[in-house]
């Protein structure tokens, strides 16, 4: 399949770093931070994306991830469409419900 023809596009970014020292975890912080200097968000637990508006785009922000990777690390970087984003399914082992919002309150003088 040619993405080329795909305007919008996601990066997303896998990680698995070491953080059994004090040096692996300094070095995992500067990883995630690097990721969100570059308009990364967590989506879960060692998982970031962005959006990014050409496959040329995407290709800049994959290559500014590989520069930032630990000598210890092991990322994962891929793109999809937005219609394949638009796709993903999410399921909770738990039904999952919102908090109760205030009662709204009508105060009269």
């Not at 004090?22 to 962005?50: N, P, W």
Request: glycine residues 4%; without cysteine; proline residues 5%.
């Amino acid at each position: 399949m040619n993405l080329s023809g795909y305007r919008w596009m996601w990066v997303i970014a896998l990680f698995d770093l070491p953080v059994d020292s004090k040096e692996s975890r300094r070095q995992y912080t500067r990883f995630r931070k690097a990721l969100i200097r570059d308009g990364f968000i967590q989506m879960q637990y060692s998982v970031y994306l962005r959006h990014a508006s050409s496959r040329e785009n995407a290709e800049v922000h994959m290559q500014r991830v590989e520069h930032a990777v630990p000598a210890e690390g092991e990322v994962r970087v891929f793109t999809i469409t937005d219609k394949q984003f638009a796709k993903m399914r999410v399921f909770w082992g738990q039904r999952r419900t919102k908090p109760e919002l205030p009662p709204q309150q009508l105060s009269l003088f």
